[in-house]
């Protein structure tokens, strides 16, 4: 069992910053893929970026490549989503997952999720 706990969210202006944290609970973090999804108003929940255990492997979804970085601190029990340039059209519930099997891009592959949080970009 682990438990995910989204941070940094906030407003920001069009090609502002921010960074969001996910920190988990548990000892074997470093065990877990995971995974950054996103959910607008009346719209699906959608992959952003996952990353394995080691960092060694990642992927991002083509809306935000070379705008986002995820990566992941074992240490720490913390992953992160670096967000550059952002867009009004990326203003929506950022949720964080975990997974026991490899880095992927489908919800349905993901054990655990945190409760979200939001990221406003205004225009």
């Known amino acids: 069992q682990v438990q995910l706990v989204e941070s940094g969210g906030g407003l920001v202006q069009a090609g502002g910053s921010l960074r969001l944290s996910c920190a988990a609970s548990?000892?074997?973090?470093?065990?877990?893929?995971m995974g950054w999804f996103r959910q607008a108003p009346g719209k699906d929940r959608e992959f952003v970026a996952t990353?394995?255990?080691?960092?060694?492997?990642?992927y991002y979804a083509d809306s935000v490549k070379g705008r986002f970085t995820i990566s992941r601190v074992n240490a720490k029990n913390t992953v992160y989503l670096q967000m550059n340039s952002l867009k009004p059209e990326d203003t929506a519930v950022y949720y964080c997952?975990?997974?026991?099997?490899?880095?992927?891009?489908?919800?349905?592959?993901?054990?655990?999720w945190g409760q979200g949080t939001q990221v406003t970009v205004s225009s």
């Open positions: 548990g000892r074997t973090f470093s065990s877990y893929a």
């Open positions: 997952a975990a997974t026991t099997g490899g880095a992927t891009m489908y919800l349905s592959g993901y054990d655990y």
């Open positions: 990353i394995n255990w080691s960092g060694g492997r990642i």
